[in-house]
């Protein structure tokens, strides 16, 4: 099986397009999201009908479960309380009750997703170094897993000490838990603006880390033109 897996989208419809065009060209067998559908962009409703519609697999991030009331809004820096508020009012009731209904984990055929950590889930830690990837290894049962959370793609690896990786291709040994962060679609953090996302050969046990160039501009311009911080146009186009 071949698997595209996608994360934090972030509202960012004009760069989920790009990447699931390009999935769909590659002849991925199954799309899986790890979370963040909403937040930020001015697209969430569409970006979640197009996740919904496209992904076999789907965990809630905290943007998500914000969205939804379940995680008050205090708790996120202003920019991203000013877009939760607004994306909350522009949200469907159904959409409100797909994103409740998300769970935090999800185990797949010998792999697992997570947004940001198996170990609390519901706390949305994140991962950036290895002492909290050792931390996330101590809960994480299956061989395989992928997340999101920070934007920034890397692999961990449950050796000792835990080493990491920000190789573009590698093969996991499945003898090693490994840990994945698949980027962000829309919104990367590691000052390469194009969006991200992870593909996944079990047969071979490769890990590609893609990235696809998209409108940047007219996804900057939904958000100005929504009355949304023009922060978050500004930072598309620097990729952080």
């Given at each position: 099986m071949r698997y595209g897996?996608?994360?934090?989208?972030?509202?960012?419809?004009?760069?989920?397009?790009a990447v699931l065009a390009e999935l769909e060209a590659a002849g991925v067998d199954q799309v899986l999201c790890v979370g963040d559908v909403v937040g930020y962009g001015a697209d969430p409703e569409?970006?979640?009908?197009?996740?919904?519609?496209?992904?076999?697999?789907l965990v809630g991030g905290n943007h998500d479960v914000a969205a939804t009331g379940q995680n008050p809004l205090d708790l996120f820096n202003p920019y991203a309380r000013r877009a939760l508020e607004w994306t909350v009012g522009h949200l469907s009731s159904g959409a409100h009750e797909t994103l409740a209904r998300l769970p935090l984990t999800a185990q797949m055929n010998g792999f697992a997703l997570?947004?940001?950590?198996?170990?609390?889930?519901?706390r949305f830690d994140y991962i950036f170094?290895?002492?909290?990837?050792?931390?996330?290894?101590?809960?994480q049962e299956a061989p395989l897993a992928f997340f999101g959370h920070t934007h920034i793609p890397i692999a961990f690896f449950h050796t000792d000490p835990i080493t990491?990786?920000?190789?573009?291709?590698l093969t996991v040994d499945p003898?090693?838990?490994?840990?994945?962060?698949v980027g962000s679609v829309g919104q990367p953090r590691d000052e390469d603006a194009r969006a991200c996302y992870v593909l996944y050969d079990s047969e071979t046990r490769t890990v590609s880390i893609r990235r696809v160039t998209y409108d940047i501009e007219r996804a900057a311009k939904r958000i100005t033109d929504a009355g949304l911080?023009?922060?978050?146009a500004e930072r598309l186009f620097l990729g952080r």
């Amino acid at each position: 099986m071949r698997y595209g897996v996608i994360g934090d989208i972030h509202g960012n419809l004009e760069a989920l397009q790009a990447v699931l065009a390009e999935l769909e060209a590659a002849g991925v067998d199954q799309v899986l999201c790890v979370g963040d559908v909403v937040g930020y962009g001015a697209d969430p409703e569409a970006c979640l009908h197009l996740v919904e519609e496209r992904c076999s697999g789907l965990v809630g991030g905290n943007h998500d479960v914000a969205a939804t009331g379940q995680n008050p809004l205090d708790l996120f820096n202003p920019y991203a309380r000013r877009a939760l508020e607004w994306t909350v009012g522009h949200l469907s009731s159904g959409a409100h009750e797909t994103l409740a209904r998300l769970p935090l984990t999800a185990q797949m055929n010998g792999f697992a997703l997570v947004h940001s950590s198996f170990f609390a889930p519901e706390r949305f830690d994140y991962i950036f170094a290895p002492s909290q990837a050792r931390v996330c290894f101590l809960k994480q049962e299956a061989p395989l897993a992928f997340f999101g959370h920070t934007h920034i793609p890397i692999a961990f690896f449950h050796t000792d000490p835990i080493t990491f990786s920000g190789e573009v291709e590698l093969t996991v040994d499945p003898e090693t838990k490994t840990l994945i962060n698949v980027g962000s679609v829309g919104q990367p953090r590691d000052e390469d603006a194009r969006a991200c996302y992870v593909l996944y050969d079990s047969e071979t046990r490769t890990v590609s880390i893609r990235r696809v160039t998209y409108d940047i501009e007219r996804a900057a311009k939904r958000i100005t033109d929504a009355g949304l911080p023009e922060i978050l146009a500004e930072r598309l186009f620097l990729g952080r």
